[in-house]
């Protein structure tokens, strides 16, 4: 499969509004990150012989959360298919660019189905209460989604998804693994629960907010410790604030750890 980065940042985004450091005035177009999101093509192998399943071949494009740069990040990498989303959580930088999903309502002509917790499952419903409202006039101005609660693993066409549950701050999250590949944003604490979990996965995305300690996110250090226990061949940080220029913190994180910037392509097999 493969992965693409829609969004490498923080909730702000990096540059932020009205900075003047060095990471926001940078020149280098990896120190330009929109709201953390990624897309999954889980059949990133377009020389693959067809599956014998028309539903394994059903889903192919999973996105990761409905970032507020939906939009922009859907352009920029000329998405034009979406047929599920997971979210990790419902805070505004991963939610925001839910209405946007209308587009590939009226490209695809159909729902959409999106995979949550209970918790961010009641919050979409309060934060796009136009979307579940009865009285809301249908004429093709609200997303049509269908919203299923994640209960434990569960399988997208061919693939199997294993929630991994999270702490960011004191709220539990989720994360995903499918295959060897977890993308796991927004997290201060992984629960002894869930490091068997992780076991085995080789390609690993983590939340990396900033240098210093953060009561939400892991801060670098903390990551690369985590990064360690968990043993991937390479691991990825991601929610990256504009504290992390890219060229200068890769070149001091230890080897087989990187920032990842958005727009990167990961090939991942399983
Ligand atoms: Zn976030
Ligand atoms: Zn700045
Ligand atoms: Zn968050």
Known sequence: MRVTFLGTGTSGGVPIIGCDCAVCRSADPRDRRLRPSILIDLEGDR??????????DAVRFVLVDTSTDLRAQAL??????????????????????????????????????CYSDARTRADLRRTFSYIFDEDTPKAGGIPKIVLNEIIGPF?????????????????????????????????????????????????????????????THFSVPEAIKAAARIGAERTYFTHISHELGHAETCARLPRGVELAYDGLVLEIEN
């Open 155 to 215: 399988s997208l066409g061919a693939a199997d998804i294993i929630p991994v549950p999270i702490m960011h701050g004191s709220r539990p999250i989720l994360g995903f693994r499918i295959g060897s590949f977890a993308y796991l944003t927004d997290c201060s604490t992984i629960p002894d629960s869930s490091w068997p979990l992780l076991h085995g996965v080789r390609t690993l995305v983590l939340d990396a907010l900033r240098e210093r300690p953060h009561s």
């Open 47 to 56: 020389n693959r012989v067809p599956s014998a399943s028309p539903i394994a």
């Open 76 to 113: 920029a990498h000329d998405v034009r298919r979406v047929d599920a989303i997971l979210f990790t959580h419902s805070h505004a930088d991963h939610v925001l660019g839910l209405d946007d999903v209308r587009r590939f309502n009226r490209l695809q002509k159909e729902a959409i189905p």
